[in-house]
């Protein structure tokens, strides 16, 4: 079975602070991770995927297998960053390995950015 | 720019009616999901479909059921409506062996 969490339901930082949105999952084999976000009103939307290796609007997030964590980071928070956060990950796998994307998210991560 | 429409934002339905929502995408997915949004339990899947007239049972099927006809349209159906099925539901789509959903604006359901 496949299982993410993210432990914290609320984050709050200061504009200009760093901020980490955790996130562990389990799962035995090699796991795709993402993060999406929520905008107020907006439709939910893929931020970054690990494979990838991208940064996105000044998010990271590295896969640690050790640990089993896809942490969201970003050195210096802003306003517009207020959202909700889903981690998620796919590791379903049909015939013949194809991947039918089939996603777990995390109960989710409200970050607030104070002024 | 609109690439995966849900007919309905808002819906108030009685217990015991059966509920239909509907989902479209244009960009020719071949997967297409059903998650219900609720506070403080992410995103559970429903159902979903990776291809016309398929489709499989996610972790939360009871009480729901789904229909794929078209390659392009993804349904779901509330056979029987109940009030803890008062919720907001997202349709997405993917395509298969890609990554990353795209999602659809949801549908805010209310059984009274």
């Known amino acids: 079975a496949q299982r993410v969490t993210q432990p914290e339901k609320l984050l709050s930082v200061f504009k200009g602070a760093p901020v980490e949105l955790k996130c562990n999952y389990s799962y035995s084999g090699s796991p795709e991770l993402f993060w999406y976000v929520q905008y107020s009103r907006q439709r939910l939307q893929l931020l970054l995927r690990h494979i990838s290796r991208e940064s996105i609007k000044g998010f990271t997030a590295d896969l640690n297998k050790g640990e089993t964590s896809f942490h969201l980071k970003k050195p210096f928070a802003q306003e517009e960053d207020s959202a909700m956060y889903y981690c998620?990950?796919?590791?379903?796998?049909?015939?013949?390995?194809?991947?039918?994307?089939?996603?777990?998210f995390g109960q989710g991560t409200i970050l607030t950015v104070h002024p | 720019d609109v690439k995966v429409t849900q007919s309905s934002r808002y819906l108030v339905k009685r217990t015991g009616e059966k509920v239909f929502l509907e989902c479209v995408q244009d960009m020719d997915h071949e997967n297409m999901f059903w998650y219900r949004q609720d506070p403080g339990l992410g995103l559970r899947l429903i159902y979903f479909?990776?291809?016309?007239?398929?489709?499989e049972k996610g972790d939360i099927p009871e009480g729901y059921s789904v229909s794929r006809e078209k390659k392009e349209r993804f349904s779901l159906i509330l056979e029987s409506a109940s009030t803890n099925q008062t919720s907001m539901y997202l349709c997405?789509?993917?395509?298969?062996?890609?990554?990353?959903?795209?999602f659809g604006s949801g549908t805010r359901l209310t059984v009274v």
């Open positions: 479909s990776y291809d016309v007239k398929m489709k």
């Open positions: 998620a990950l796919s590791g379903f796998r049909g015939a013949g390995g194809t991947s039918y994307g089939k996603l777990t």
């Open positions: 997405a789509s993917s395509r298969v062996g890609g990554l990353g959903y795209t």
